[in-house]
């Protein structure tokens, strides 16, 4: 049944179609909140990490009740792109295509379609504009992004700002149309192959521990330092980690400990996919270690990021950035989060 299923989206996906949303999934509701809301809660979100993530979005063409094949281009000059699946595959090669600047426009770009405010023009040359009309009725120019990975969650319809809207977490979901305002949004035909591209594990319960962090900690309080080996209690000179639950690990230093100011000129609290994480801009003296441990070997870095005697998280590396943006994730809380970013940038 699930090998049908697949070979009917696909074959749904290869040729343009007259839609009936009686018989074309649909979404159930229209605008509800503002675009992008992360689980995260009100952190800011960041986009992809350039050379790192390895995002999917499903999206549909639609103009008027015409549902279109989805754009195939070989052209990908950044990292977002389609290989003709109905999935943006959205892995950014560069800074300028990475974390914020991982923007819809981008992917038209790369796929040869143009998409302003009030006006959609594709490959083949076809153009709509705001007031153009379907079946005698004027339609408009619109993206609509569902909320979440599911069909069913809200959809913000959105007019203004296209060309700029972000990619903000793995399996989002996508319909770029020209049609009238009141028409329900078709669900992304490739919706189904987010689960076989993207990652949607329930992410553990947070287990970073700043609870026993003292209100007056700052920069001079940090350090951060490549990690040589893990062991397990009585730590004894290694440094112990500060968890919510589970077994402690200890960490040991591989060379000296670069102090906090040092190491970071910023930090801020984010949301990665969804998820709480912390962003911190590299100093040089950060920056050349992670450099030169990729110079000498192929290994992942592990490090280590310290405050007031106890190691808070411990990022692994597996390549070096592509910018002065280091970006950890992974056992946060958004309380845990913010409270790293306030020491780190004091």
């Known amino acids: 049944m699930r090998s049908f299923y697949f070979l009917a989206v696909l074959t749904l996906l290869v040729s343009s179609c007259r839609i009936d949303v009686g018989n074309l999934e649909v979404a159930s509701s229209v605008p509800a909140g503002p675009p992008g809301a992360l689980a995260a809660g009100v952190l800011p979100a960041l986009g992809p990490i350039p050379a790192s993530s390895h995002w999917h979005a499903a999206y549909v063409v639609r103009i008027c009740d015409d549902v279109l094949p989805p754009f195939d281009s070989d052209n990908d000059p950044l990292g977002i792109h389609s290989h003709g699946d109905g999935l943006m595959h959205v892995h950014p090669f560069f800074e300028e295509s990475g974390y914020e600047q991982a923007r819809l ?79 329900f949004p078709v669900v992304p035909p490739a919706t189904p192959l987010l689960s076989q591209v993207s990652n949607f594990a329930v992410p553990p319960d947070p287990w970073i521990d700043t609870g026993g962090l003292g209100p007056d900690l700052g920069l001079g309080d940090a350090s951060i330092w490549r990690v040589a080996t893990v062991g397990e209690e009585p730590c004894g000179t290694s440094v112990p980690e500060s968890v919510l639950s589970g077994a402690t690990r200890c960490f040991e230093a591989d060379g000296a400990k670069i102090a906090g100011p040092d190491a970071v000129i910023a930090a801020r609290a984010v949301a990665l996919n969804r998820q709480p994480a912390v962003e911190f801009v590299m100093a040089t003296e950060l920056r050349a270690l992670i450099d030169d441990h990729f110079a000498s070997t192929a290994n992942p870095l592990v490090l280590a990021i310290e405050v007031d005697g106890v190691v808070l998280s411990a990022p692994q590396m597996a390549r070096p950035p592509v910018s002065d943006r280091l970006v950890v994730s992974g056992g946060l809380s958004v309380d845990a989060a913010e409270r790293i970013a306030e020491i780190f940038n004091s």
């Open 105 to 183: 426009g981008l992917f038209a770009d790369a796929m040869g379609f143009e998409l302003s405010d009030g006006e959609l023009t594709l490959p083949d040359g076809g153009t709509w504009r705001d007031g153009d009309l379907c079946d005698g009725v004027p339609g408009r120019v619109f993206v609509d992004q569902w909320q979440s990975p599911d069909p069913e969650s809200p959809v913000d319809r959105i007019f203004s700002g296209l060309d700029d809207l972000r990619y903000q977490a793995d399996g989002e979901l996508y319909q770029i149309a020209f049609a009238p305002v009141d028409s």
